[in-house]
Nanobody, 122 residues
């Protein structure tokens, strides 16, 4: 039922930028908080950022604060993550998820997308 499709990943040099998109379907997108989660090879998932259903209540992990910006367009059922000043440590599979994920644990895996790969390397 729930479908989340991410796009926009790629390979960039340190200091570069990327904008990720997540197109949602199968649920009332505008009624739900949304989040971004990332997973690096050999590591567990890390919560990155979340946004309230109306575009408020925005939070970021300390590791990305000041560099990443989360936003959403409810008319397009789309969630975004603008990533600037990218670092090699940002290399990971980035997944869109239904729910805020900041407290109470990450959303169940069934509410994550398939992910888009971001690789930051010289």
């Amino acid at each position: 039922e729930v479908r989340l499709v991410e796009s926009g990943g790629g390979m960039v040099q340190p200091g570069g930028s990327l904008r990720l998109s997540c197109v949602a379907s199968g649920f009332a997108f505008s009624n739900w908080d949304m989040s971004w989660v990332r997973q690096a090879p050999g590591k567990g998932p890390e919560w990155v950022s979340s946004i309230g259903f109306g575009g408020g209540s925005i939070y970021y992990a300390d590791s990305v604060k000041g560099r990443f910006t989360i936003s959403r367009d409810n008319a397009k059922n789309t969630l975004y993550l603008q990533m600037n000043s990218l670092k090699p440590e940002d290399t990971a599979l980035y997944l869109c998820a239904l729910g805020q994920g900041r407290v109470g644990g990450l959303p169940p895996n069934q509410y994550w997308g398939q992910g888009t790969q971001v690789t930051v390397s010289s």
